[in-house]
């Protein structure tokens, strides 16, 4: 089954609100990556975050392990934090290094 | 800092043909390299694992025979796509991490087959 739910799925901001973009997981975890999906397709690596809160300007990770959950919270976005955010999670029991993605999250930041 | 090449960004094939695409880790070392593919509106899903000093492993739905993966040291990867077909288009993304370190991931090839 899906490993990796992400929510929500679209998303439409008013500049300057804040969104809060969610990943839950159904397996035991070794670590859980946020990435940022530029429209050419690269990824950004935003935070390497197994556990706890990480902070990077706007944005902040908080991982709850026991709760099987990782949360992305934008702060004040502008319209170009538009396009896709991912989540992926590297479970204890897969294969080392095999991260199982989320279906994305895409973002649309309005003036 | 830590970067990943991938070479070539884009490329265009014909159906039935094979093309081959190359990963660069540089400022650290790939001890292991994962190969992703994102098809058409859909999210990355796992092609292989190549960890040093152990057999590579694919995931279902993916083969040897058709994605031959190269891992000759602990800065390159290449795959190949062999006898690619509408299916097999998309981007193509190595990512590469040393041990347990966070995974790294190059800009990626995109593959167009005609």
């Known amino acids: 089954g899906q490993q990796v739910q992400q929510s929500p799925a679209s998303l439409v901001l008013q500049e300057g609100e804040n969104a809060e973009l969610q990943c839950n997981f159904s397996t035991s975890l070794n670590s859980m990556q946020w990435f940022y999906q530029r429209p050419g397709g690269s990824l950004v690596s935003l935070f390497y975050?197994?556990?706890g809160t990480k902070h990077s300007g706007r944005l902040t990770s908080t991982t709850v392990i026991k709760e099987r959950r990782s949360s992305l919270h934008i702060s004040s976005s502008q319209t170009t934090d538009s396009g896709t955010y991912l989540c992926?999670?590297?479970?204890?029991?897969?294969?080392?290094?095999?991260?199982?993605f989320g279906q994305g999250t895409s973002l649309s930041v309005v003036p | 800092g830590a970067l990943v090449y991938q070479y070539p960004r884009r490329t265009i094939c014909k159906s039935g043909t094979s093309m081959r695409m190359e990963c660069q880790a540089v400022g650290f070392q790939a001890t292991s390299v994962a190969w992703y593919r994102q098809s058409p509106q859909k999210t990355f899903e796992l092609i292989a694992l190549s960890t040093v000093n152990s057999a590579i492993k694919y995931e279902q739905n993916f083969t040897q025979e058709k994605f031959p993966i190269s891992h000759p040291n602990l800065s390159f990867s290449s795959m190949t796509v062999l006898n690619a077909y509408l299916e097999d288009r998309g981007l193509y993304l190595c990512g590469a991490r040393d041990w347990e370190y966070e995974q790294y991931f190059g800009p990626g090839t995109r593959l167009t087959v005609l």
């Open positions: 975050n197994p556990s």
């Open positions: 992926a999670l590297e479970g204890a029991s897969s294969s080392f290094s095999k991260l199982v």
